[in-house]
Structure formats: structure tokens, C-alpha cells
């Protein structure tokens, strides 16, 4: 069974950081393919990044290149979003997702209709 819960959302001032993990189960972490997404009300959920969990490749938006990593712990079956200087646009419901795939490349540019299994998310609020 499908199971994954993110935490470590919160309220934070502009500039600070927070990190959000994913606890999974063993088989859910076996997925190929993970990545962690975000959404304001009435807005599409938006990708923020993905990781091929077999070799760490990983891929992000442009709006967060240099500020966020996506990392996971074998050991712990968790995956994990550092986010640093963080602005006011990065609000939001984050979640993470998994699925399978094949190939790297195609993990790398998945978007959220490509992931079939979500977490029920964790509310970050970053103020100006």
C-alpha cells in the first residue's frame, strides 16, 4: 500500500529556511521516481523538484534553482526538500509524490499527471 506523509511545513520570515520530509513505506520508496510539488489556492499544482532515487538525479524549476535540494535518506525510506532564502512566493501546500519509471530522463521531466501516488500535504507560509 501507497503511503507517504510529509512534514516540517511551517510559518517563517522571508530569507529563512525550512525542510519538509517524506516519510514513506519501503515499497513506496522503492518507486523509481519522486518529486515534490506545491500549490496556492486556485492555482494548478506546480512542480518544484524530481529525483531518480536509483542514481540521485535530480531536476528543479527555475524559480527555486539555487535555493532548494531534494535529497533523500535510504536508511529512513525519506525524502526531503531543504529550502533556503525562502520569498514570499514559495507559499503553499507542498506534497510529495512517487511512481514508477524506466528512465532517468523521463523521471527528471515528469510533471504532476505523470505521478500516481501523493502524500496529504504540509502547509508552508513564508511572510515578507
Known amino acids: 500500500q501507497v503511503h507517504l506523509v510529509e512534514s516540517g511545513g511551517g510559518s517563517v520570515q522571508a530569507g529563512g529556511s525550512l525542510r519538509l520530509s517524506c516519510a514513506t513505506s519501503?515499497?513506496?520508496?522503492?518507486?523509481?521516481?519522486m518529486g515534490w510539488f506545491r500549490q496556492v489556492p486556485g492555482k494548478e499544482r506546480e512542480k518544484v523538484a524530481n529525483?531518480?532515487?536509483?542514481?540521485?538525479?535530480?531536476k528543479y524549476a527555475d524559480s527555486v534553482k539555487g535555493r532548494f535540494t531534494i535529497s533523500q535518506n535510504n536508511a529512513k525510506n525519506t525524502l526531503y526538500l531543504q529550502m533556503n532564502n525562502l520569498k514570499a512566493e514559495d507559499t503553499g501546500m507542498y506534497y510529495c509524490?512517487?511512481?514508477?519509471?524506466?528512465?532517468?530522463?523521463?523521471?527528471?521531466?515528469?510533471?504532476?499527471?505523470?505521478?500516481?501516488?501523493w502524500g496529504q500535504g504540509t502547509q508552508v507560509t513564508v511572510s515578507s
Open positions: 529525483i531518480y532515487t536509483s542514481t540521485g538525479s535530480t
Open positions: 519501503e515499497d513506496t520508496y522503492r518507486r523509481s521516481c
Open positions: 509524490a512517487a511512481t514508477d519509471t524506466v528512465r532517468e530522463g523521463w523521471c527528471l521531466v515528469y510533471d504532476r499527471s505523470d505521478f500516481s501516488d
